[in-house]
């Protein structure tokens, strides 16, 4: 079936610094890729997504671009602050398909 | 202000009392799920709801029950609450299917003692 893989972390990072999240995914067709973000004590919230292949995500400044090629979708941000500290999660759902699988989750913190 | 609501947001309980966790959402989308969050184990779906009474299984659905009498609506039963259903919970919804943007709600902590 549908999965997907992400780096789980935590992960510690100072303010400014770069940041990659890995995400790569195992999937027939063509999916529909997403990053979800969950900052402290709230639910999920969509960060940004692609629809097809060479699709480029953005918002916040983070972006992330769907790679056939690679079966990835890799999250980055050139600057990261205190406030993009969060679990960020990975998912993809097939067109058609009634289920949106997820990856485990990677746990952020930004230090100033 | 489109919102998803869930009540309770923390309970405690004890092993076998029965108990319901409602779900409710203003932006008369059809697709709605629960979702149990575990550490080391992330996000997996419970059960799903493509409209009014249509349901079906997530990857994780033993020991739980749902209904959609109404489009907004979506309570997650647990008919004998076990240990192993300790977890953190979320309700999402959708227009139309999974490939459109899921609203969260905010998350109901339950412990099962």
């Known amino acids: 079936g549908d999965s997907v893989t992400q780096m789980e972390g935590p992960v510690t990072l100072s303010e400014e610094a770069f940041l990659t999240i890995n995400c790569t995914y195992t999937?027939?067709?063509?999916?529909?890729l997403f990053w979800y973000v969950q900052y402290p004590g709230e639910g999920l919230q969509l960060l940004l997504k692609?629809?097809?292949?060479?699709d480029k995500g953005s918002n916040k400044g983070f972006e992330a671009t769907y790679r056939k090629e690679t079966t990835s979708f890799h999250l980055e941000k050139g600057s990261v602050q205190v406030s993009d500290s969060a679990v960020y999660f990975c998912a993809l759902s097939q067109g058609g398909s009634e289920k949106l699988v997820f990856g485990k989750g990677m746990k952020l913190t930004v230090n100033p | 202000e489109a919102q998803v609501t869930q009540n309770p947001r923390y309970l405690i309980t004890v092993t076998g009392k029965k108990l319901t966790v409602t779900c409710s959402q203003n932006m008369n989308h059809e697709y709605m799920s629960w979702y149990r969050q575990d550490p080391g184990l992330g996000l997996r779906q419970i059960y799903y709801s493509m409209n009014v009474e249509v349901t079906d299984k997530g990857d994780v659905p033993e020991g739980y029950k749902v209904s959609r009498k109404e489009k907004r609506n979506f309570p997650l039963i647990l008919e004998s609450p076990s240990p192993n259903q300790t977890s953190l919970y979320f309700c999402?919804?959708?227009?139309?299917?999974?490939?459109?943007?899921?609203?969260f709600g905010p998350g109901t902590r339950l412990t099962v003692l």
């Open positions: 999402a919804s959708s227009f139309r299917q999974p490939t459109d943007t899921q609203y």
């Open positions: 692609a629809t097809k292949a060479d």
């Open positions: 999937a027939t067709g063509y999916p529909s």
